[in-house]
């Protein structure tokens, strides 16, 4: 069955755009389209796609408050912004809001499709531009509770990127397991999301900038 993705935008030629270059990829279904972040999110509980790709600057209701709301009220549904701006506190409230991907629209078409499979894949999908801005602005959590080998294993590989699916396979441990390990991981951590805790593995020296996507 195919991705079904959501596009909002206020500009109708970008709409477009992505709609054709989406259309050529037979695993990518765009369900619907949206020119606000108020229509985005009425969408969204109308139309449940696994993907939102987000424009942030909007009227009516801007990307941000659509991606919290979003994640509050339908939280199976992944969200990766795609947009011009790259302000470090732009780019860091909304991952914090719980956007999974984090594009700027210069990216090649490559790279937005696999974004998008990646989110539905619950994959992390960071352009390198905001993942560095992101590196730097987080915060060590306090008095965080020490990780167990295996809890440290799991959040290395999917700092790299890697689904539950692809972890489980990795470590030789069922899915199940590996959705236990992750829940452990962001208490400990006390942080909201798995792009948080890649963050933190990233600026804890688990592992390297350049690993993130790379599933």
């Given at each position: 069955?195919?991705?079904?993705?959501?596009?909002?935008?206020?500009?109708?030629?970008?709409?477009?755009?992505?709609?054709?270059?989406?259309?050529?990829?037979?695993?990518?279904?765009?369900?619907?389209?949206?020119?606000?972040?108020?229509?985005?999110?009425?969408?969204?509980?109308?139309?449940?796609?696994?993907?939102?790709?987000?424009?942030?600057?909007?009227?009516?209701?801007?990307?941000?408050?659509?991606?919290?709301?979003?994640?509050?009220?339908?939280?199976?549904?992944?969200?990766?912004?795609?947009?011009?701006?790259?302000?470090?506190?732009?780019?860091?409230?909304?991952?914090?809001?719980?956007?999974?991907?984090?594009?700027l629209k210069d990216a090649s078409g490559e790279e937005l499709v696999k974004a998008i499979k990646s989110a539905a894949a619950g994959q992390v999908h960071l352009s390198p531009q905001a993942a560095a801005?992101?590196?730097?602005?987080?915060?060590?959590?306090?008095?965080?509770?020490?990780?167990?080998?295996?809890?440290?294993?799991?959040?290395?590989?999917?700092?790299?990127?890697?689904?539950?699916?692809?972890?489980?396979?990795?470590?030789?441990?069922?899915?199940?397991?590996?959705?236990?390990?992750?829940?452990?991981?962001?208490?400990?951590?006390?942080?909201?999301?798995?792009?948080?805790?890649?963050?933190?593995a990233i600026r804890t020296g688990l592992v390297s900038l350049t690993s993130l996507n790379r599933g």
């Amino acid at each position: 069955m195919p991705v079904r993705v959501l596009l909002v935008d206020d500009h109708t030629v970008m709409r477009q755009g992505v709609r054709m270059l989406l259309s050529l990829d037979p695993e990518l279904q765009v369900v619907g389209e949206a020119a606000n972040g108020r229509d985005a999110v009425d969408l969204t509980r109308k139309l449940k796609p696994a993907v939102v790709l987000m424009d942030l600057v909007m009227p009516v209701m801007d990307g941000l408050a659509a991606i919290i709301e979003i994640r509050r009220d339908l939280p199976e549904t992944e969200i990766v912004a795609l947009t011009s701006v790259l302000e470090d506190s732009i780019v860091t409230d909304v991952v914090r809001a719980g956007a999974i991907g984090y594009l700027l629209k210069d990216a090649s078409g490559e790279e937005l499709v696999k974004a998008i499979k990646s989110a539905a894949a619950g994959q992390v999908h960071l352009s390198p531009q905001a993942a560095a801005r992101l590196v730097r602005d987080v915060r060590a959590p306090d008095h965080p509770q020490t990780l167990t080998s295996r809890e440290t294993d799991v959040l290395k590989l999917l700092a790299q990127g890697q689904s539950n699916k692809e972890i489980a396979q990795a470590l030789a441990i069922g899915e199940k397991t590996v959705h236990s390990h992750v829940s452990n991981i962001l208490a400990k951590l006390n942080v909201p999301s798995r792009t948080q805790a890649a963050l933190y593995a990233i600026r804890t020296g688990l592992v390297s900038l350049t690993s993130l996507n790379r599933g």
